[in-house]
C-alpha cells in the first residue's frame, strides 16, 4: 500500500522577503486604483445621451428635457435628450441595455418597464439584469380624463353608466401596449364591470392629439401630460389613480373615493444605466440627479407640472423596481394581458 508522502512545509519567508512582498501587493493596489476611479475622474469627457422610450411631448420626455438641462450644467458637458419610441416602451429600454456600459448612454425609464417584462413574453433584454437603477426623479398620478364632446359625463359613476348604454364600445387611448396607462385601463373595466375599446399609441403626445380631437374618447394618462388641457376646459378630470388626489388636482377625487376600491397606481419615471455601467459613474449620477431633484426651484418645477419629486440610493431604486416587476406580473397574469 502506497502511503503518500506528506510535503514538507516551505521555509518561513524572511522578515525583508515579507515586507518586499507587502511593498509589492501595495504598490499593485495603488496601480489598480487609478483604474476603479479614472471613470469618475474622467467622467464625463463628452455628450451623455439621455434616452426616453416615447415620442417628444409626454412626461417622460418633459421630465427628461427638465433633468438633461440642469445635469448638462451640474456635469459640464450637454445633455442630448433622444427620442426612441416604439413597442411600450421596450424600443428605447432595449437599446440603452445593449449600449457601451460607459455613463454615456441613459435610459429615462418609467414604471411601464415593469409591466412590459411580463407582457412580452420575447423581449432581447432584461429590464433587472441588463439595466442598472440609478435614480429616482418623479411619481406622477395618472388621471382619468374625458373629451367632454365624446364622453359628457362629469363622473365616474356617470361615464360607467354612459359606457353601458352605449351602442358601440367607448375608446380609451394609452401610450403602448403593455403600459401603465392600459394596465389601469384594464383593471377599471374589470372594477366597473364595463368593456372600453383598447387603442394604443406610441406615447402620450400622439394619444393626446387624438383625444383633443375626439377620436377617442378618454385615456388615463399622467396629470403632466393633460393638466393644461383640464385647466383649459379642453378635457374633463373625472379620478386620479392613486390612493391620495394630487396636489395639482385637489378638487378631483381618487377612484377609490369614487366607488373603485383598492385603486392605487401612479406613474414614477427614473434614470437607468446600461448593467455594466462602472459603479462611481452610477453614483456620480445617482448624486447629482438627488441634488438636482433637491433644488427648490425644480421641485416646483415639477410640482406645478402635477409631478411629485422623488430621491433615492441606487440601491433603494433598483429594490423598487424589483417590487413593481413582481406586483405588476401578478396584475398582467389576473387580466391575460400579452403581446405574442
Known amino acids: 500500500m502506497n502511503v503518500p508522502a506528506f510535503r514538507q512545509a516551505p521555509p518561513a519567508p524572511s ?20 483604474a476603479l476611479h479614472a471613470a469618475e475622474a474622467a ?57 457601451r456600459p460607459d455613463g454615456y448612454t441613459l ?121 393644461p388641457y383640464i385647466q383649459s376646459g379642453k378635457l374633463r378630470a373625472l379620478a386620479v389613480t392613486t390612493a391620495q388626489r394630487s396636489a395639482a388636482l385637489p378638487d378631483v377625487p381618487t377612484l377609490a373615493e369614487s366607488g373603485l376600491k383598492d385603486f392605487d397606481m401612479g406613474t414614477w419615471f427614473g434614470v437607468l444605466a446600461p448593467a455594466a455601467t462602472p459603479r462611481p459613474v452610477i453614483e456620480r449620477l445617482n448624486r447629482e440627479i438627488s441634488a438636482i431633484v433637491g433644488q427648490p426651484d425644480f421641485r416646483e418645477r415639477l410640482l406645478a407640472a402635477g409631478a411629485e419629486p422623488m430621491s433615492a440610493t441606487p440601491q433603494a431604486f433598483a429594490q423598487r423596481i424589483d417590487a413593481d416587476t413582481r406586483r405588476f406580473a401578478t396584475l398582467v397574469k389576473e387580466n391575460g394581458i400579452k403581446v405574442e
Do not use: C
Open 43 to 99: 467622467w464625463p469627457v463628452r455628450a451623455i445621451t439621455l434616452v426616453v422610450p416615447f415620442p417628444s411631448g409626454g412626461t417622460t420626455d418633459v421630465l427628461a428635457r427638465a433633468l438633461g438641462e440642469q445635469l448638462s450644467q451640474r456635469v459640464g458637458q450637454p445633455v442630448v435628450v433622444e427620442n426612441r419610441p416604439g413597442a411600450g416602451a421596450t424600443i428605447g429600454a432595449d437599446y440603452v441595455a445593449k449600449a
Open 107 to 227: 435610459l429615462m425609464g418609467a414604471v411601464h418597464h415593469t409591466i412590459a417584462t411580463s407582457v412580452y413574453p420575447s423581449l432581447s433584454y432584461d429590464f433587472q439584469k441588463d439595466l442598472a437603477a440609478v435614480s429616482p426623479l418623479a411619481m406622477v398620478p395618472n388621471v382619468l380624463v374625458v373629451n367632454p364632446a365624446q364622453a359628457p359625463a362629469t363622473s365616474v359613476a356617470g361615464l360607467v353608466k354612459q359606457a353601458r348604454k352605449s351602442a358601440q364600445p367607448l375608446a380609451y387611448g394609452s401610450n403602448g401596449y403593455g403600459t401603465g396607462q392600459h394596465l389601469i385601463g384594464t383593471q377599471f373595466q374589470a372594477a366597473a364591470g364595463i368593456t372600453l375599446l383598447h387603442v394604443p399609441y406610441k406615447g402620450s403626445g400622439p394619444l393626446t392629439t387624438d383625444l383633443l380631437g375626439g377620436q377617442v374618447a378618454m385615456s388615463f394618462d399622467t396629470v403632466t401630460t393633460v393638466l
Open 15 to 34: 522578515p525583508r522577503r515579507r515586507r518586499l512582498s507587502l511593498l509589492l501587493a501595495a504598490l499593485g493596489a495603488l496601480a489598480s486604483a487609478p
